[in-house]
C-alpha cells in the first residue's frame, strides 16, 4: 500500500513534524484545527485544512467523530494522531479501523492491554519483564507481612491494596521498624478504605527514568532504538531528556532494550513505541524495572533521531504502510550525544504558572548540530486551551559536554518576547553541578526547586537596561497600534530641554 | 534627548536617550544600535557588545538577554517632577565636557538653535533652545567639565 493523503489529528509542533515527514515522501497532508488554531503554523503547512469544532479540547482534537468525517471528506487514508488527545485511546484506534483508515500507530488491542495497569504488570511479569516486585500476601498477618518484606528486601513501601493516590503509604528502611509501621499502615488503610489490606512493594529509591524505544513492524520483526534519559523531571513533567543516558553501561542497555523488545512483542505491538523503566543503582549491577509502555510516538523523539540517524516519523508512515522495517537491530547504534530542552510558555518566577498571550517576538536559534521543532509563529497568539510547551530545542554533539553547552550557547540565542518561558529554568538546570555530573533521579527538581528559585531571581544586566531604554520603536517590534505613547514619543525628534525635565529638579 | 523612567519591579531608573541611541543611566553610558534583523539591538558598553531582543506593547518593554528576559515598564518621568523644571535654564543630562559653545550673551535664539555641544564618553550632545528669546547668561566655557543639573545657558 503506498499512502497518498495523511490527515494529522493533531496541533502545535508536533502535527507540524508529521506534515513535514509527509512533504518529504510526497504524501499529500491534511490538517485539522480548532477556532483557536485557525490560521496557526500547522494549518497552513497541510494542503487542505478542516475546521473540526471550538476551541476546547473535548470540542475539536478529541472529538473522534469530527475527525474520522474530515479524513472521509479529505480522502485521507491514513491518520497520525501524534502524542496526546486521541492518540492513546483503543476506541480511537478502533473507529479508525471500522471506517476504513489506517490508524499510524499500535493495534486497538497493544493500546488497551497496555493502558490497564494492573493487566499490563501482569503481561510483563509473564514476558520475563521485569517490574517492581510486590505482593499482596494472601495472608494478612504479621508473620506473612514481614515475610514478604524480607523476599522483597528493603526498603520497602507499604500500601493499601484498595488505595491510591498515596494515601497510607510507608516507606520502610528496616526490618526492626516494619511491626510498627504495618500497624500504623493498617489502621490508615482501614481507615480510609474499610479495608486493612496490605501491599508490600519494593521502594525504587531515587530512581532514574530510563526509556526505550521500540518498533515493531507487521512482519514480526521489533527492534529497540536504545534509550533516552528523562530523569529531570519537574512534577512528572519532563524538562530535558538526551541519549546516551549517563549511567546506562553496555551491558545493562542490551537487557534493558531485549526487555522492552520483549514487553513491545508480548502486547503484539506493531510501529513506534516507547518502555519506559525506573533504573536504580550504578553499573553493569544497575536494576531497571518497567514503568509504562506509551503506546505513540513521544515527545521526546528527536533525541533519539539524532543519536541513531533514523526517522522516526519516516519509519512510522512507511511500517503503517505495511513495509517491513527498513533497519535491524545490528543496524543501530548511538552516535554523539543528544539533548532535548522543553520550551514551555509558563512563569518559572511565578510557580511555573502557563502563560498564554501574544508572541511579540520570537527568533528561534540555528547553526550546526542545533534542531527546534516548534509550533508557533511571532505575532500570534499563544492559545490558553492547550498544553504550554510551544517548542523544543534538540541539540547533539561528539559528547555530552559538547551538547550541554551547545544546548546552553542556543538558548541564550532564542529571544521569545510577550509570553514567559522556562527558558531561564532550563538554562540554570544545564548549569547546574547535579545536571553537569549527570547525576539527577526523578525527584531532583523538586527536592532542589528553592535552590533553582534563587538562581533565578538574579537581578538583571545593567544592558537589560540600556536596551529598555535605548531600543526605540523602529521595526520588528510589532504592535504598531498598541505602542501607545511609547512609540509616539520616542518618534519625535529630540528635544533635549523639553524632556530633560528630571534633571533639573535642583 | 528623552528621558525615560523605567520601572522594573520596585526598582525604577532615570534613563536620558538621544536619538543616535546614546543611553546614559546614573553614570553609565551606552550605545545603543539597531541589530541585523528587527527587534534586535545592539547594545555597546565599553569594549564588548551584547546583542538584545526587544519587543513593545503599549508602554511594556520585553528585553532578552542572554536568555534572560525582564520586562520593563516604560513613561515619560512623574509629572510632578518634569514641572518642576524651568525651561529658561539649559542643563546637562549627565556629567560632560562642553565641546563647543556656539552662543554668547544678547544672541537672539529660535526653539531647537543649537547651543552647545556637550561630549560625554565619546558621544556628542546637542544642546538645544527649548524656547525663543535672547541669551541671557552663559555659565560654562569651551571645554569646561558641567555637572548634571547645573545651568549652563540661560534664555531670557
Not at chain 1, 559536554?401 to 518576547?417: D, G, K, Q, S
Not at chain 1, 519625535?492 to 523639553?498: G, I, S, W
Not at chain 2, 534572560?68 to 529658561?88: K, Q
Request: with cysteine; net charge negative; proline share 7%.
Amino acid at each position: 500500500m503506498t499512502l497518498r493523503r495523511v490527515l494529522v489529528a493533531n496541533r502545535g509542533e508536533i502535527a507540524l513534524r508529521v506534515i513535514r515527514a509527509c512533504r518529504e515522501m510526497g504524501i499529500s497532508p491534511v490538517a485539522v484545527y480548532s477556532d483557536a488554531d485557525a490560521g496557526a503554523p500547522h494549518v497552513a503547512a497541510a494542503d487542505v485544512a478542516v475546521r473540526i469544532g471550538p476551541a476546547p479540547p473535548r470540542e475539536s482534537y478529541l472529538n473522534a467523530q469530527a475527525i474520522l468525517d474530515a479524513a472521509r471528506t479529505t480522502g485521507a487514508e491514513a491518520i497520525h494522531p501524534g502524542y496526546g488527545f486521541l492518540s492513546e485511546r483503543p476506541s480511537f484506534a478502533r473507529a479508525c479501523e471500522a471506517a476504513g483508515i489506517t490508524f499510524i500507530g499500535p493495534p486497538a488491542s497493544a493500546i488497551e492491554r497496555m493502558g490497564s495497569k494492573i493487566g499490563a504488570r501482569t503481561l510483563m511479569q509473564q514476558a520475563g519483564v521485569p517490574v517492581v516486585p510486590g505482593i499482596t500476601p494472601g495472608d494478612q498477618n504479621d508473620a506473612a507481612l514481614i515475610s514478604a518484606a524480607l523476599d522483597i528486601g528493603f526498603p520497602i513501601l507499604l500500601k493499601p491494596s484498595a488505595g491510591g493516590g498515596g494515601i497510607g503509604m510507608k516507606v520502610v528502611r528496616d526490618e526492626t521498624s516494619l511491626p510498627g509501621a504495618i500497624a500504623t499502615a493498617r489502621r490508615e488503610a482501614e481507615a480510609a478504605f474499610g479495608d486493612g489490606t496490605l501491599y508490600v512493594e519494593r521502594l525504587v529509591d531515587r530512581p532514574r527514568h530510563v526509556e526505550i524505544q521500540v518498533f515493531a513492524d507487521r512482519h514480526g520483526h521489533c527492534v529497540h532504538l536504545c534509550e533516552r534519559e528523562c530523569s529531570a523531571q519537574r512534577r512528572h513533567q519532563k524538562v530535558i531528556e538526551e541519549s546516551p543516558s549517563t549511567v546506562l553501561t553496555p551491558a545493562v542497555r542490551a537487557r534493558m532494550g531485549a526487555a522492552a523488545v520483549a514487553a513491545a512483542k508480548a502486547v503484539g505491538y506493531v510501529n513506534a513505541g516507547t518502555v519506559e523503566f525506573l533504573l536504580e543503582g550504578h553499573g553493569d549491577e544497575a536494576r531497571f524495572y518497567f514503568l509504562e509502555m506509551n503506546t505513540r510516538l513521544q515527545v521526546e523523539h528527536p533525541v533519539t533521531e539524532m543519536v541513531t540517524g533514523i526517522d522516526l516519523v519516516r519509519t512510522q508512515l512507511d511500517v503503517a504502510a505495511g513495509a517491513p522495517l527498513p533497519f535491524t537491530q545490528h543496524d543501530v547504534s548511538q552516535r554523539g550525544h543528544a539533548i532535548e530542552c522543553r520550551i514551555y510558555a509558563e512563569d518559572p518566577a511565578r510557580g511555573f504558572l502557563p502563560q498564554a498571550g501574544p508572541l511579540l517576538l520570537y527568533r528561534e536559534p540555528t547553526g550546526p548540530g542545533i534542531r527546534i521543532d516548534s509550533g508557533v509563529v511571532e505575532g500570534r497568539d499563544i492559545p490558553v486551551h492547550y498544553d504550554p510547551m510551544i517548542a523544543k530545542l534538540i541539540v547533539s554533539g561528539e559528547t555530552r559536554e559538547a551538547a550541554r553547552l551547545r544546548a546552553l550557547a542556543a538558548l541564550r540565542r532564542y529571544p521569545v518576547l510577550g509570553v514567559r518561558t522556562n527558558i531561564p529554568f532550563v538554562m540554570a538546570l544545564l548549569e547546574h553541578p547535579a545536571f553537569i555530573a549527570g547525576d539527577i533521579d526523578t525527584g531532583f527538581l523538586d527536592r532542589q526547586f528553592e535552590d533553582f528559585r534563587e538562581r533565578l531571581a538574579q537581578p538583571p544586566s545593567a544592558v537589560a537596561w540600556a536596551a529598555a531604554a535605548g531600543a526605540r520603536d523602529s521595526g520588528g517590534t510589532l504592535n504598531p497600534g498598541a505602542a501607545g505613547n511609547l512609540s509616539a514619543t520616542s518618534a519625535a525628534p529630540a528635544e533635549p530641554f523639553v524632556t530633560l525635565g528630571a534633571w533639573r529638579v535642583s | 534627548m528623552t528621558t525615560w523612567q523605567l520601572t522594573l519591579g520596585s526598582e525604577t531608573r532615570l534613563a536620558t536617550v538621544d536619538d543616535h541611541g546614546h543611553v546614559t543611566i546614573a553614570d553609565e553610558a551606552w550605545h545603543v544600535r539597531p541589530g541585523p534583523t528587527p527587534g534586535t539591538w545592539l547594545v555597546d558598553a565599553g569594549e564588548t557588545q551584547c546583542l538584545v531582543a526587544v519587543a513593545t506593547r503599549g508602554t511594556t518593554r520585553w528585553v532578552a538577554v542572554d536568555g534572560h528576559v525582564s520586562v520593563f515598564e516604560v513613561d515619560s518621568p512623574r509629572p510632578g517632577r518634569a514641572r518642576a523644571v524651568r525651561d529658561d535654564a539649559m542643563m546637562a543630562p549627565m556629567p560632560a565636557t562642553v565641546a563647543t559653545l556656539s552662543v554668547a550673551v544678547g544672541d537672539a535664539v529660535a526653539v531647537g538653535d543649537v547651543l552647545l555641544v556637550l561630549e560625554a564618553m565619546k558621544m556628542e550632545l546637542p544642546v538645544r533652545a527649548a524656547r525663543a528669546g535672547t541669551i541671557r547668561a552663559v555659565h560654562c566655557r569651551q571645554g569646561e567639565m558641567v555637572q548634571p543639573g547645573v545651568p549652563l545657558v540661560e534664555i531670557g
